[in-house]
């Protein structure tokens, strides 16, 4: 059974950066498209960026398009996320999750939900 650890949230500044890992356990990861999501308090989860079991492909939010960065390392069975220039409004519990084939980063399509890390902006 596939698992995830999220770990690397915290409480920063506006502008400053994170980044956030997500570990895999009981299963490889090379063959999951794996993907970043987030939900802040009273809204739906949404899809912040995800990446194809081989890294070739990834999709971002347009919200969050130049700012973050995600990246995998199989030989780890890690994903990571780069959160740069942080936005209030990227205050939210993230979570990762994983699917067999990389298409979209919705939400519905993804399992093996991990337990979330939380991010906090704020002055």
């Known amino acids: 059974q596939l698992q995830f650890v999220e770990s690397g949230g915290g409480l920063v500044q506006p502008g400053g950066s994170l980044r956030l890992s997500c570990a895999a356990s009981g299963l490889t990861l090379d063959y999951y498209a794996i993907g970043w999501f987030r939900q802040a308090p009273g809204k739906g989860r949404e899809g912040v960026s995800c990446?194809?079991?081989?890294?070739?492909?990834?999709n971002y939010a347009d919200s969050v398009k130049g700012r973050f960065t995600i990246s995998r390392d199989n030989a780890k069975n890690t994903v990571y996320l780069q959160m740069n220039s942080l936005k209030p409004e990227d205050t939210a519990v993230y979570y990762c999750?994983?699917?067999?084939?990389?298409?979209?980063?919705?939400?519905?399509?993804?399992?093996?939900w991990g337990q979330g890390t939380q991010v906090t902006v704020s002055s």
């Open positions: 990446i194809s079991s081989s890294g070739g492909r990834r």
């Open positions: 999750a994983a699917r067999e084939l990389f298409r979209t980063c919705a939400p519905y399509e993804y399992g093996y």
